[in-house]
């Protein structure tokens, strides 16, 4: 019998394997490998018996990656990106006009894609593909090559570039702070909150910022929204108070649609990245896009 030569499991079986790490859900990884969950629950635990360690936790709700597992999940992630990477080129023939940013939905609609006719304008030559997602795991998908992403400025295997930071302060349609406008940042949690409920544990919340700046309060009021942006809709509707972050809201605010209230303002923890896999090598196409990035940040950052 010849003996494989790499030491390493089926590649079918790591295939199981990185879809279910990716979308941590057996079931998702058999939708997406069209196999049944339970094929995919053999293959894993075949994997996990080959290795002599557990890969995942199983959850009522789940599975969760052990450390084992994110180790591993870490090295197929970026070597089965780069595989498909070359096999597109292959396809393509020439990968120097396409390139595909990923970010999410509040920095794409309320920033990147008010500026991106410039961007068209100057190199009209180059498609980009925009994968618009609130999920960070979308951002490991094999064809993104950009991430604008907001954060600490520490992701594994990515080279990380600060576009700006950020400052956040409440904001509500302009009849609702005409009603409040006695409001205190300390009577914030007694008004009608609007909250996001972000699957990006960086994103600040009302929680958060309250406690940050020192008030006092027991459960708040107000509704929950799944999108930054449709929490910013309710707040111009005069539904409540929305935790406005700068760089996002300002247009609004400036066509008066937005106000601030109450003299609240807070820098925010983190910042606004450009990021790329330090294990492979940007298109010409990506190349340019990182290059006029960094111009429009740079006049963002002098505004």
Same mark, same amino acid.
């Given at each position: 019998?010849?003996?494989?030569?790499?030491?390493?499991?089926?590649?079918?079986?790591?295939?199981?394997?990185?879809?279910?790490?990716?979308?941590?859900?057996?079931?998702?990884?058999?939708?997406?490998?069209?196999?049944?969950?339970?094929?995919?629950?053999?293959?894993?635990?075949?994997?996990?018996?080959?290795?002599?360690?557990?890969?995942?936790?199983?959850?009522?709700?789940?599975?969760?990656?052990?450390?084992?597992?994110?180790?591993?999940?870490?090295?197929?992630?970026?070597?089965?990106?780069?595989?498909?990477?070359?096999?597109?080129?292959?396809?393509?023939?020439?990968?120097?006009?396409?390139?595909?940013?990923?970010?999410?939905?509040?920095?794409?609609?309320?920033?990147?894609?008010?500026?991106?006719?410039?961007?068209?304008?100057?190199?009209?030559?180059?498609? %980009? !593909?925009?994968?618009? #997602?609130?999920?960070?795991?979308?951002? &490991? *998908? @094999?064809? /993104?090559?950009?991430?604008?992403?907001? +954060?600490?400025?520490?992701?594994?295997?990515?080279?990380?570039?600060?576009?700006?930071?950020?400052?956040?302060?409440?904001?509500?349609?302009?009849?609702?702070?005409?009603?409040?406008?006695?409001?205190?940042?300390?009577?914030?949690?007694?008004?009608?909150?609007?909250?996001?409920?972000? %699957? !990006?544990?960086?994103? #600040?919340?009302?929680?958060?910022?309250? &406690? *940050? @700046?020192? /008030?006092?309060?027991?459960?708040?009021? +107000?509704?929950?929204?799944?999108?930054?942006?449709?929490?910013?809709?309710?707040?111009?509707?005069?539904?409540?108070?929305?935790?406005?972050?700068?760089?996002?809201?300002?247009?609004?605010?400036?066509?008066?649609?937005?106000?601030?209230?109450?003299?609240?303002?807070?820098?925010?923890?983190?910042?606004?990245?450009?990021?790329?896999?330090?294990?492979?090598?940007?298109?010409?196409?990506?190349?340019?896009?990182?290059?006029?990035?960094?111009?429009?940040?740079?006049?963002?950052?002098?505004?």
């Amino acid at each position: 019998m010849v003996r494989r030569y790499y030491d390493l499991p089926s590649l079918t079986a790591l295939a199981v394997f990185e879809a279910s790490a990716r979308h941590l859900s057996f079931k998702l990884a058999a939708a997406e490998l069209n196999v049944t969950p339970g094929a995919v629950s053999r293959q894993i635990k075949a994997v996990e018996e080959e290795l002599g360690v557990l890969l995942f936790t199983r959850l009522a709700a789940g599975v969760a990656l052990t450390s084992a597992g994110e180790d591993l999940y870490g090295v197929l992630a970026s070597s089965f990106s780069r595989a498909a990477e070359i096999v597109r080129n292959v396809k393509r023939g020439d990968r120097s006009k396409n390139v595909t940013l990923a970010c999410t939905d509040a920095f794409a609609s309320m920033w990147l894609i008010p500026r991106m006719p410039d961007f068209w304008t100057r190199y009209n030559d180059i498609s %980009v !593909d925009h994968l618009i #997602s609130d999920s960070p795991r979308e951002y &490991r *998908r @094999a064809e /993104v090559e950009l991430r604008i992403r907001y +954060g600490f400025g520490s992701w594994p295997d990515e080279n990380a570039e600060l576009l700006f930071d950020e400052t956040i302060y409440p904001v509500c349609g302009p009849a609702f702070a005409s009603t409040h406008r006695n409001a205190t940042a300390e009577s914030l949690a007694d008004l009608p909150l609007l909250h996001v409920d972000w %699957v !990006d544990p960086d994103w #600040s919340g009302w929680d958060e910022v309250l &406690r *940050r @700046a020192g /008030v006092q309060h027991g459960p708040t009021r +107000g509704r929950r929204f799944g999108k930054f942006f449709v929490a910013l809709q309710a707040a111009q509707a005069d539904q409540g108070i929305a935790v406005g972050w700068h760089r996002l809201v300002k247009a609004q605010i400036d066509e008066g649609k937005l106000v601030r209230l109450t003299y609240l303002e807070l820098p925010a923890p983190g910042g606004y990245y450009l990021t790329w896999n330090r294990n492979r090598t940007l298109s010409p196409a990506a190349e340019r896009l990182l290059g006029w990035l960094r111009e429009a940040a740079a006049q963002e950052r002098q505004s």
